[in-house]
């Protein structure tokens, strides 16, 4: 009888082994599974971040006529200024 028993153990030890190993297959694959969907996601997200920069940028951006409007403005503070005396 003991080696009717140490027959069913070993069977059931390897049928856990095989478990365990299945389990850690899915384990290893759902990892996969979310580290891809995670790099899927930041990859969309840096898609979309130039083009804010982009927009931003336009946003912010100083044209050629702001430029003059600008050294108008400080040349003729800058006459206003001289014109000014300090007592």
Same mark, same amino acid.
């Given at each position: ?6 027959h069913e ?28 969907e ?12 130039? =083009? ?7 946003? =912010?951006?100083?044209?050629p ?11 003729a ?5 001289? =014109?000014?005396?300090?007592?």
């Amino acid at each position: 009888m003991t080696n009717e028993y140490e027959h069913e153990i070993d069977e059931d030890y390897e049928n856990l082994e095989k478990e365990i190993e299945r389990i850690q297959d899915e384990d290893e694959f759902e990892q996969l599974r979310l580290l891809e969907e995670e790099e899927d996601y930041f990859n969309q997200e840096e898609d979309h971040v130039p =083009n804010f920069l982009q927009d931003s940028a336009e946003m =912010n951006a100083i044209r050629p006529e702001d430029l003059d409007e600008l050294g108008e403005s400080s040349a003729a503070g800058a006459n206003r200024n001289s =014109n000014v005396s300090l007592c």
